[in-house]
């Protein structure tokens, strides 16, 4: 037995005293409401309704079972409402991460607008370049750079960045400007650290990988602390044009062997595999696309 439909027609029948009408608002033969409501009578072993050729009325036990059903029906109807509401508007909490230099030069400086236009939605944004687990720590999004691994979510590219050697004028002054790989062997490196502890540098000219050898004067894991060292003349730096573009505008920083041109990193918006996405998640996607990141960067 369909347990919802019988309960849901035979309050109907009640309201209507008709089966044709009852019938025809949930959408079924009158047939089909007759069998419904006997296979609901014989699993309560009562009668719901008496019958007579001008009137159906609920008996006593029927008018107390409707009038608790009632209750359920309508409260099931504010259920669905409210997730309907949910997935069409943007309530609730919506829990982001997001690469920390990149996060803080692109996301949060825009960040007021998306809050400023959605007063109901709660944010909650995690700035971290740890690789989270988004289901099981219940993110619904993030933006991740570099290469895509996790074939179980959603990824969509909404930008790309070239990498560059850069240095101050001031260094190249006192130390050179390097004109080939070779000579990087002779400079100060500060060194982007990646969670994998990855610190090798490598680029290509003529369709030929070649990796670079330089000393680590500095080695950290955030690329605005390297930016600020290698502005103060430190020594050269390895950094996505995000980072560097600024600086590039300014002439704190100078772009060195241009011709290696290294490979580029993918940003992409990542999200849970999801039949229906939630509105809040698809207008973070569209306000990350308003933002023009959608070009190299």
């Given at each position: 037995?369909d347990?919802?439909n ?12 008709s089966?044709t009408?009852?019938?025809?608002q ?18 309560l ?41 949910m997935?069409?508007?943007?309530q ?11 996060g ?11 809050i400023?236009?959605?007063?109901n ?25 570099g ?26 002054e ?8 070779n ?16 610190v090798?540098?490598q ?46 505008k ?6 060195i ?21 939630p ?19």
């Open positions: 037995m347990k919802l019988a309960i849901s027609i035979f309050c109907k029948i009640v309201e209507t005293q089966f009408q009852a019938a025809t949930q959408n079924m033969s009158v047939a089909m409401a007759s069998k419904l409501l006997s296979q609901l009578e014989e699993h072993k009562t009668r719901l309704l008496q019958r007579t050729t001008r009137k159906i009325m609920p008996t006593e036990a029927g008018m107390m079972y409707y009038q608790r059903c009632q209750g359920i029906l309508q409260d099931l109807d504010e259920a669905d409402a409210s997730i309907s509401n997935t069409t508007t943007l609730g909490n919506l829990l982001i991460s997001v690469p920390r230099d990149f803080l030069l692109f996301i949060s400086p825009n960040l007021p607008m998306f400023a236009a959605h007063p939605l709660h944010v909650e944004v995690e700035f971290n370049d740890k690789k989270i687990d988004l289901l099981a720590e219940g993110y619904d999004l993030a933006l991740r750079i290469y895509m691994q996790d074939s179980s979510l959603v990824a969509r590219k909404i930008s790309t960045s070239s990498i560059h050697f850069a240095a101050s004028p001031r260094y190249l006192r130390f050179g400007i390097p004109s080939s790989p000579d990087l062997e002779q400079h100060e490196g500060l060194l982007y650290k990646s969670t994998l502890n990855q090798n540098w680029g290509a000219r003529l369709n030929q990988t070649q990796r670079f050898k330089i000393k680590s004067k500095v080695v950290s894991n955030n690329g605005l602390a390297l930016l600020d060292m290698a502005k103060a003349g430190l020594g050269i730096v390895n950094l996505p044009r995000f980072i560097l573009d600024a600086a590039f300014t002439g704190e920083l100078v772009e062997l241009p011709e290696y041109k290294q490979q580029e990193l993918e940003i992409h918006v990542v999200y849970p595999n999801r039949r229906h996405l509105a809040k998640v698809r207008a973070f996607i569209e306000f990350l696309t308003s933002l023009g990141l959608c070009s190299e960067l």
